[in-house]
């Protein structure tokens, strides 16, 4: 019997792999090659298994204690233990902060060592690796409660049916949000960036209603949107039912044969459907927002002026040498630029950028994510003439950003991370990768951010 058991589950797993091979392969053939160079190791803790590569073995074994941590605090919020090892992969080929989840067909986390930038959406932290994986292990603790007829179904075939997977995107990242700020010290819970973007839909009259949450609306801010709404929706039902709710809503979704009968979840949690609980969910922001508004009116208000209204984000002002005011650009349908108040476009970025004028008045400096050995996606810095539009590629895979040029124009001093850490370099400009040194180095898995010249030359 168990031989039998055996094939049927080989023949599944054949069948599925012979489907994504015909629906991916284009896909696959033009995945990135991993660095061949690259030394790899593994490190066992109690509910994990992390594998990473050198140097990252000191934020390795300090992923390790924040994990464990995340899985003790958060399991006990959930009433759940997962039901296998997790599988991490710490790696730093990209300067992008991020990290994915997974629980099919087992527990895997993916998380890359770069901490947030200071403007980020999850920017408000103490210890960034800890907040990350809060949220990631906080995916695997809620989508891996499979129970009922599906955990059967497992059984039988292997695992490839987890219900929770399929529950609104709002909930998935709104649970893992909720918990990343309820067991750390930062997480968006607590940022007032992330407060401010909702505190505006709802004095705006704004707000975007369940059905809008549960897709990928196009207006700003975009993606953030399951995340904003999300975990301020469950910690509002947090507040009146108890984190209890919450966990109930995990455990019986992930007992569902046929999905998506969110409602009744809900209900049996609250006494409400989630549709009666967003009424009342934006009755308590409305109540709130506006009580804020009006004690900040009754102090007086001093407001600016706007200076643009067609962007998504804006970002890096900086006074060009004949006056003209240039920025960064994104609105999430044209390619982002560095442009001028003008309406002149400077360049076109591949990323977010940050620039400096030179004091010469015919170039700046500025950093942008560039491809490295066709492998990695670094940050590196680039030379734009300002009367051909020409821009010029200055260093190669030193993860350099953030750049401010010396009142003289010889120096540029930039942000380089790597492993987790950014420190400060300075290197003269006629010959930026000969010449660049360490001003500042930080502590381990500390940031710096921004660095600008004084005006005399003289300090940073």
Same mark, same amino acid.
Not at 17 to 36: E, H, N, V, Y
Not at 101 to 122: C, G, M, Q, Y
Not at 138 to 145: E, G, Y
Not at 201 to 225: C, F, K, M, T
């Given at each position: 019997?168990?031989?039998?058991?055996?094939?049927?589950?080989?023949?599944?797993?054949?069948?599925?792999?012979?489907?994504?091979?015909?629906?991916?392969?284009?896909?696959?053939?033009?995945?990135?090659?991993?660095?061949?160079?690259?030394?790899?190791?593994?490190?066992?803790?109690?509910?994990?298994?992390?594998?990473?590569?050198?140097?990252?073995?000191?934020?390795?074994?300090?992923?390790?204690?924040?994990?464990?941590?995340?899985?003790?605090?958060?399991?006990?919020?959930?009433?759940?233990?997962?039901?296998?090892?997790?599988?991490?992969?710490?790696?730093?080929?990209?300067?992008?902060?991020?990290?994915?989840?997974?629980?099919?067909?087992?527990?895997?986390?993916?998380?890359?060592?770069?901490?947030?930038?200071?403007?980020?959406?999850?920017?408000?932290?103490?210890?960034?690796?800890?907040?990350?994986?809060?949220?990631?292990?906080?995916?695997?603790?809620?989508?891996?409660?499979?129970?009922?007829?599906?955990?059967?179904?497992?059984?039988?075939?292997?695992?490839?049916?987890?219900?929770?997977?399929?529950?609104?995107?709002?909930?998935?990242?709104?649970?893992?949000?909720?918990?990343?700020?309820?067991?750390?010290?930062?997480?968006?819970?607590?940022?007032?960036?992330?407060?401010?973007?909702?505190?505006?839909?709802?004095?705006?009259?704004?707000?975007?209603?369940?059905?809008?949450?549960?897709?990928?609306?196009?207006?700003?801010?975009?993606?953030?949107?399951?995340?904003?709404?999300?975990?301020?929706?469950?910690?509002?039902?947090?507040?009146?039912?108890?984190?209890?709710?919450?966990?109930?809503?995990? *455990?019986?979704?992930?007992?569902?044969?046929?999905?998506?009968?969110?409602?009744?979840?809900?209900?049996?949690?609250?006494?409400?459907?989630?549709?009666?609980?967003?009424?009342?969910?934006?009755?308590?922001?409305?109540?709130?927002?506006?009580?804020?508004?009006?004690?900040? +009116?009754?102090?007086?208000?001093?407001?600016?002026?706007?200076?643009?209204?067609?962007?998504?984000?804006?970002?890096?002002? *900086?006074?060009? *040498?004949?006056?003209?005011?240039?920025?960064?650009?994104?609105?999430?349908?044209?390619?982002?630029?560095? *442009?001028?108040?003008?309406?002149?476009?400077?360049? @076109?970025?591949?990323?977010?950028?940050?620039?400096?004028?030179?004091?010469?008045?015919?170039?700046?400096?500025?950093?942008?994510?560039?491809?490295?050995?066709?492998?990695?996606?670094?940050?590196?810095?680039?030379?734009?003439?300002?009367?051909?539009?020409?821009?010029?590629?200055?260093?190669?895979?030193?993860?350099?950003?953030?750049?401010?040029?010396?009142?003289?124009? @010889?120096?540029?001093?930039?942000?380089?991370?790597?492993?987790?850490?950014?420190?400060?370099?300075?290197?003269?400009?006629?010959? +930026?990768?000969?010449?660049?040194?360490?001003?500042?180095?930080?502590?381990?898995?500390?940031?710096?951010?921004?660095?600008?010249?004084?005006?005399?030359?003289?300090?940073?």
């Amino acid at each position: 019997m168990d031989r039998a058991w055996r094939a049927l589950r080989l023949g599944v797993w054949a069948t599925i792999a012979a489907l994504i091979a015909g629906l991916g392969g284009a896909t696959a053939a033009r995945a990135q090659a991993p660095d061949p160079h690259l030394v790899w190791r593994t490190l066992h803790t109690e509910h994990f298994d992390i594998t990473y590569h050198e140097p990252l073995g000191p934020l390795a074994q300090h992923l390790a204690d924040a994990a464990e941590r995340a899985n003790r605090v958060v399991g006990a919020t959930l009433g759940y233990q997962a039901s296998e090892r997790t599988l991490v992969l710490l790696s730093d080929e990209t300067d992008d902060a991020n990290g994915s989840a997974t629980v099919l067909p087992r527990n895997e986390l993916h998380l890359f060592a770069s901490a947030p930038d200071d403007l980020s959406t999850i920017g408000d932290y103490d210890d960034w690796i800890a907040t990350l994986v809060t949220h990631e292990h906080t995916h695997i603790l809620h989508l891996d409660q499979i129970g009922g007829l599906p955990a059967l179904l497992n059984h039988l075939l292997g695992k490839t049916f987890a219900p929770n997977t399929v529950q609104p995107r709002w909930f998935i990242e709104g649970i893992a949000t909720y918990e990343e700020s309820a067991h750390t010290s930062g997480g968006r819970g607590r940022s007032s960036l992330f407060d401010m973007v909702l505190r505006m839909d709802v004095l705006e009259g704004r707000v975007l209603g369940l059905a809008q949450i549960s897709n990928d609306p196009v207006r700003w801010p975009h993606g953030d949107i399951r995340y904003l709404y999300g975990s301020r929706f469950l910690n509002f039902i947090a507040e009146r039912y108890g984190e209890a709710a919450l966990s109930q809503m995990g *455990r019986d979704y992930g007992r569902q044969t046929i999905p998506y009968g969110v409602n009744r979840i809900a209900k049996r949690a609250t006494g409400f459907t989630f549709v009666e609980l967003y009424d009342h969910f934006r009755d308590a922001m409305a109540a709130h927002y506006e009580a804020q508004r009006d004690a900040i +009116v009754s102090t007086g208000i001093v407001e600016g002026r706007s200076l643009t209204k067609h962007a998504d984000l804006t970002r890096s002002p *900086r006074y060009l *040498r004949d006056g003209r005011l240039a920025y960064y650009a994104e609105d999430g349908l044209r390619s982002s630029r560095l *442009r001028t108040l003008d309406g002149t476009a400077l360049t @076109r970025t591949t990323s977010e950028a940050v620039f400096a004028p030179h004091p010469d008045g015919r170039t700046l400096i500025y950093s942008q994510v560039a491809p490295y050995r066709d492998i990695y996606a670094y940050h590196d810095l680039f030379r734009l003439d300002l009367a051909s539009g020409e821009s010029e590629r200055l260093t190669y895979g030193l993860r350099a950003s953030q750049p401010d040029v010396s009142s003289s124009g @010889r120096e540029v001093v930039f942000v380089t991370q790597g492993a987790g850490t950014s420190n400060l370099e300075v290197s003269e400009l006629h010959d +930026v990768e000969a010449s660049h040194r360490v001003v500042y180095r930080s502590g381990a898995f500390e940031q710096v951010f921004t660095p600008r010249y004084s005006p005399d030359g003289k300090h940073i």
